[in-house]
């Protein structure tokens, strides 16, 4: 890359290694977390390490902001979020940067998950004046039935790593805009994205303790956020394994729950498909972020009558793409998070091999955290590929012969987030995604996410809706007023 630091701000106020608490910047006290980027292994910045006692104050300052954030009309919320949004996008080099910086992603790939999560602030600004009310007819003379929604309180986000500005914007779009406010701890590999973020809602005019964001020890913070009688909704996004311990801790204070939890996609090709279409469809599912999506496809059904025609065309592609240094737009995919992520790509790669898969590109270990675009044929259905999240650039090409026996290996997992199928045929099309176990079903296309739609998914990935206006509703209540003697 051309800059002469690697992923320099244009704006150096937006690199930030404090946390925004009722209004005000503060640091702690104890030894802070140090933000590695993941390409060149070095620690570039730090982030306050905050505990129990700082979420509480996080949690008040929420409590007292809620009740005039709330008492706005909706229009002013929306502009002040429309605001926020015209900030984002005049910062949008900055912010793509400290997403490439942290996370690893390509710089491309960090424009295009910039365009997507400021996109839900852009939406939901709109969305704000929508929580309509609605009148019921009365069953007796005299009386007058109606329903009102009104926003649910304080609400609590954590999300991950994967996509630091997008899993949070989704959150915050929504929850503002209902009028709730919100305390949110985003992932320590990834809190800067984040910060900046919270930093130009600041100046956009968000209140004071209407946006807290709060980083360090996620035991301990998740501990406060889940116990607290004042918070009545937890969002987060993140693994199945934290997310049925979050729903456990959420019991004791009967919180509303959005979990947007593991995926262990399937993408379905079928003979009746356009190759072309497919091949791209696949690249996209599975190599975006480097594999590292919970909508991601993991596992690569393909028909006996069209396997070779597509492991030839999709393998041409696989084996061009570079893994490297995500500021060099020679590079296809970055690195990936740590080092415990690289080694689970291995291991499901040799578990498939030691199956009998058999390596069409071989891909494999790089320098660092980097794993180059790897492509199995013949993995077995019993592979671990095919049944637990990957979360890296690996791919598996299974085979099956009839539509029922597709649909079948598709749905033969405790999960249910996104699904993929490429056909011509309307009716293989309309029988197949009517079939899927998922929340989401991607026709003839490897990206589906957008702010305007539904996300979220089924069995084990989780409850709720984020984006569109299901997302609104999940940050409202629904009053039901009786009103008599008329
Ligand atoms: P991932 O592997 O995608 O990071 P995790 O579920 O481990 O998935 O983490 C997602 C988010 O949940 C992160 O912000 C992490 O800090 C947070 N987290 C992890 N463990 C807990 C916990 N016990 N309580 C609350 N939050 C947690």
Request: hydrophobic fraction near 45%.
């Amino acid at each position: 890359m051309t800059n002469q630091v690697r992923g320099a701000l244009n704006n150096a106020d937006l690199l930030i290694s404090k946390n925004l608490i009722n209004g005000r910047w503060i640091g702690g006290n104890r030894a802070p977390i140090a933000v590695d980027d993941p390409f060149t292994l070095e620690s570039f910045a730090e982030v306050p390490n905050l505990g129990e006692n700082e979420a509480n104050e996080a949690v008040a300052a929420a409590e007292v902001a809620f009740p005039a954030w709330a008492a706005r009309p909706a229009r002013e919320r929306g502009a002040i979020l429309r605001r926020w949004f015209e900030l984002l996008v005049a910062n949008r080099d900055d912010i793509a940067r400290l997403i490439t910086r942290e996370n690893g992603k390509t710089y491309k790939e960090a424009q295009g998950e910039f365009d997507y999560g400021a996109g839900f602030i852009e939406f939901y600004a709109d969305e704000a004046t929508r929580a309509l009310g609605e009148m019921i007819p009365a069953p007796v003379p005299g009386r007058r039935l109606y329903a009102e929604r009104e926003p649910l309180g304080v609400a609590a986000a954590i999300t991950p790593w994967n996509f630091p500005l997008a899993m949070l914007t989704r959150k915050v779009g929504p929850a503002l805009a209902a009028g709730c406010t919100m305390v949110a701890k985003p992932a320590s590999a990834t809190p800067l994205t984040a910060l900046a973020f919270a930093r130009l809602g600041e100046e956009a005019g968000v209140p004071r303790g209407v946006f807290n964001i709060v980083t360090g020890s996620a035991r301990l913070i998740g501990g406060v956020l889940t116990a607290s009688p004042v918070v009545r909704k937890l969002s987060f996004t993140g693994s199945t394994e934290i997310g049925v311990q979050l729903y456990r801790e959420c019991a004791g204070t009967m919180k509303k729950l959005g979990l947007e939890l593991g995926g262990n996609a399937p993408l379905l090709v079928f003979d009746d498909a356009d190759l072309e279409t497919a091949v791209e469809a696949a690249l996209v599912a599975k190599f975006r972020n480097g594999g590292q999506s919970c909508i991601a496809a993991n596992r690569i059904y393909v028909q006996d009558g069209i396997r070779e025609a597509f492991l030839s065309a999709f393998g041409e592609r696989v084996g061009a793409m570079r893994a490297g240094d995500g500021f060099d737009p020679a590079n296809d995919i970055g690195p990936l998070i740590d080092d415990a992520g690289k080694a689970k790509v291995a291991e499901h790669r040799d578990d498939a091999l030691a199956r009998g898969a058999r390596l069409v590109v071989e891909g494999g270990e790089a320098q660092g955290r980097l794993f180059a675009p790897t492509l199995l044929a013949d993995v077995p259905a019993d592979a671990q590929i095919a049944h637990e999240e990957t979360f890296g650039p690996l791919a598996g090409v299974i085979g099956f012969a009839t539509l029922e026996e597709g649909l079948q290996l598709a749905n033969a997992t405790d999960f249910g987030l996104a699904a993929y199928l490429c056909s011509e045929d309307p009716k293989t099309i309309a029988r197949v995604s009517r079939g899927l176990e998922s929340g989401m079903v991607g026709i003839n296309t490897g990206l589906i996410s957008t702010p305007a739609a539904p996300f979220g998914g089924v069995k084990m990935s989780g409850l709720g809706k984020e984006g569109s206006h299901h997302g609104l509703e999940e940050y409202l209540n629904i009053k039901y007023l009786c009103q008599a003697r008329l």
